[in-house]
Structures are given as C-alpha cells and as structure tokens.
C-alpha cells in the first residue's frame, strides 16, 4: 500500500499545550497538505507544502518537511479544544498526481 | 481558494438500488478527479482517478463495475454505486485539481451513504 503513516493515532493533550503530528511517505512527492476533519464532516484544509519547501507556518500551525527523510509534521501551538478533530496528511505523489492519505491522528483537546 | 461542490451531503437507500453522487469543480476546470471512500474512524482511501474524456483509474481492490465513474465534462465527476449493500455504506469524498504537478487539489464536503 502507498498509504502514509501517521503517528501519534491519538494524542490527548490539555488546552495550551502544544500537539505535534508526525507524517511518513514512501514515494517522491511533489507537495504534501495537512488536513482537519471534525467527527462526520468533510476536510478542511491547513497548509500546502511543496517538495523544495521546509518549513510554513499559518497562525499557530507550523508545518516541517524532510524530503531526504520522506517526512512531515505538524505543530499545532496553544491547542485549543476546538482543534480536537482527526488530522490527516495527504502526500501528491509524483509521476501519478495521486494524493494519498495517512492513517490519520485523533486529537483530543481538554478543557 | 476554489470550490468544489458535491451532492447530495447524504443519500439512504434500499439495497440493491443505484445510487449517484456528483462532484463539481464550481470556479475551475478539472482536469482530474478523485473518489474517496472513508469509512468510520478510518482514513481515506483512494478508489479511483477519472480524467475527462477518459475511463477512470481504479485502485487495487476497487470494483469498476460496481464503482462506476464518469467524468463527462471539466467541472463535473459521478460516482454511482449499483446494486448497493449495507458494507458500501460509507463516506464518500470527491477531489478536483487544476492541473498536474504542484497544484493543490480541493474537496468536496462528502456524501454519507447509508444503505439499509
């Protein structure tokens, strides 16, 4: 399976504390998104990043990527309860355009 | 960014019935789409890649003949399911992109099949 790898599955963490989400891949990429998904609903979209890029940031979300490593993460700052949701990274394989997703990690933020 | 829009958000239906799921790139053309299946606390998997004009790819394990997927136009992507059973019941997810190579790719919101 081309499926990446996400780890932690689940993280539970308190309000403030930061949460850090690891993606792996297997193929050469052409970029790599972040994804939210709320219980039952349809993606949200996070952060873009292309193969030549290392790191992004959008407000407190921090994206890395290792190409050499065929990796990313994801750091989500001052965690709110409202960022409980699953997040996914989908990885734009290159030669195919595919996107394929990771195995996903369910976040759960306390209040 | 831009749209795509996908209909119906949710469809029951009686088991062996067809059922028909639309994906439309609102605001772009799409020269490729995607179909997801997403089932509960699973991750997405890909089914197939349609490109317009053209059959569409289907993963390993996908049935083609009981996924069947039409890309007719540059904004508009089926999916329909025949002769449904309650294991196809699922999460289906639609994804559109402009182009190849460093072009993001934009989603649906999803349809909740449920088969009864």
């Known amino acids: 399976s081309q499926q990446g790898e996400e780890d932690p599955q689940a993280l539970s963490i308190q309000e403030g504390e930061n949460a850090t989400m690891n993606c792996s891949y297997k193929t050469s990429i052409n970029n790599l998104q972040w994804y939210r998904q709320n219980s039952g609903r349809g993606l949200v979209h996070l952060i873009l990043i292309r193969s030549n890029e290392r790191e992004k940031h959008s407000g407190r979300l921090r994206v890395t990527l290792d190409t050499s490593k065929k990796s990313s993460s994801l750091l989500i700052t001052a965690s709110r309860a409202a960022d409980t949701a699953s997040y996914f990274c989908?990885?734009?394989?290159?030669?195919?355009?595919?996107?394929?997703f990771g195995t996903g990690t369910r976040l759960k933020v306390l209040a | 960014g831009a749209v795509v829009s996908q209909h119906p958000s949710r469809v029951i239906c009686k088991s062996g019935t067809s059922v028909k799921i639309e994906c439309r790139s609102l605001d772009f053309q799409a020269t490729t789409m995607f179909w997801y299946r997403q089932f509960p606390k699973q991750s997405l998997m890909l089914m197939a890649t349609?490109?317009?004009?053209?059959?569409?790819?289907?993963e390993q394990g996908v049935e083609k003949d009981k996924f069947l997927i039409n890309h007719a136009s540059l904004t508009l992507s089926t999916l329909t399911v025949t002769s449904a059973h309650p294991e196809d019941s699922s999460f289906y997810i639609c994804s559109a992109r402009t182009g190849q190579g460093n072009t993001e790719a934009f989603f649906g919101q999803g349809t909740r099949l449920t088969v009864v």
């Open positions: 349609s490109n317009e004009g053209s059959k569409a790819t289907y």
């Open positions: 989908a990885t734009d394989h290159s030669g195919t355009y595919k996107y394929i």
